[in-house]
């Protein structure tokens, strides 16, 4: 059965787990439409005092939060439901907090920036031994680069300077980056001016 056909049914309650407000938001709302029941948290502390209350069935967890890390939301789901079934979300990927994710009781991880038909694929995959199926329209690499600039410069308060820094990355280059693969009409992205 496809993901269009899945989409009719319900699938059960998602906790989504996210400090970026606006990941959250636009996930909640497209899972939902994906089939699933949502419920959404900003912090370790708010996705911990939402589980007994909403005992969800599947998470999508953020490995790194505000106010700290997103395996306590893991270990303690866990603990508590055995059977959920969740997926770590980060933007900070690599083999050694995957295999963290895993061992605590992820069923797997994917690095932002995910679209939902990734993470419901994530969600509801039944072989562990296989990947799920590449979405129908995947990212460009282009376009995951510019995504995950833009993600530093937003964190950077829009300062071109530090963001430079942080991606060890010249100022000028950053600059055409930005202004080449900046998102046009209705795409996401405020248009406001770049700062020094």
């Given at each position: 059965?496809?993901?269009?056909?899945?989409a009719?049914?319900?699938h059960?309650?998602?906790?989504?787990?996210?400090?970026?407000?606006?990941?959250?938001?636009?996930?909640?709302?497209?899972?939902?439409?994906?089939?699933?029941?949502?419920?959404?948290?900003?912090?370790?502390?708010?996705?911990?005092?939402?589980?007994?209350?909403?005992?969800?069935?599947f998470?999508?967890?953020?490995?790194?939060?505000?106010?700290?890390?997103?395996l306590?939301?893991?270990?303690?789901?866990?603990?508590?439901?055995?059977?959920?079934?969740?997926?770590?979300?980060?933007?900070?990927?690599?083999?050694?907090?995957?295999?963290?994710?895993?061992?605590?009781?992820?069923?797997?991880?994917?690095?932002?920036?995910?679209?939902?038909?990734?993470?419901?694929?994530?969600?509801?995959?039944?072989?562990?031994?296989?990947?799920?199926?590449?979405?129908?329209?995947?990212?460009?690499?282009?376009?995951?680069?510019?995504?995950?600039?833009?993600?530093?410069?937003?964190?950077?308060?829009?300062?071109?300077?530090?963001?430079?820094?942080?991606?060890?990355?010249?100022?000028?280059?950053?600059?055409?980056?930005?202004?080449?693969?900046?998102?046009?009409?209705?795409?996401?992205?405020?248009?406001?001016?770049?700062?020094?």
């Amino acid at each position: 059965m496809g993901l269009a056909a899945e989409a009719l049914e319900h699938h059960g309650k998602l906790l989504i787990v996210d400090d970026d407000c606006v990941l959250a938001a636009y996930l909640g709302k497209t899972m939902e439409k994906n089939g699933f029941e949502v419920e959404t948290a900003n912090s370790i502390a708010g996705g911990l005092e939402k589980l007994d209350r909403y005992k969800p069935d599947f998470a999508l967890i953020d490995l790194r939060l505000k106010d700290g890390n997103g395996l306590t939301v893991v270990e303690t789901l866990k603990k508590s439901f055995p059977d959920c079934r969740i997926v770590m979300l980060t933007a900070f990927g690599n083999i050694a907090t995957a295999v963290s994710a895993v061992r605590a009781g992820a069923i797997d991880y994917i690095s932002k920036p995910a679209d939902a038909e990734t993470v419901t694929a994530a969600l509801l995959q039944t072989d562990m031994s296989q990947l799920p199926e590449p979405p129908e329209d995947p990212m460009t690499a282009e376009r995951v680069r510019w995504e995950h600039i833009q993600r530093i410069y937003e964190q950077c308060g829009r300062n071109i300077s530090e963001t430079a820094r942080r991606l060890k990355m010249h100022r000028r280059t950053l600059q055409r980056i930005l202004h080449k693969y900046a998102p046009r009409d209705n795409d996401c992205g405020s248009g406001s001016p770049i700062k020094d």
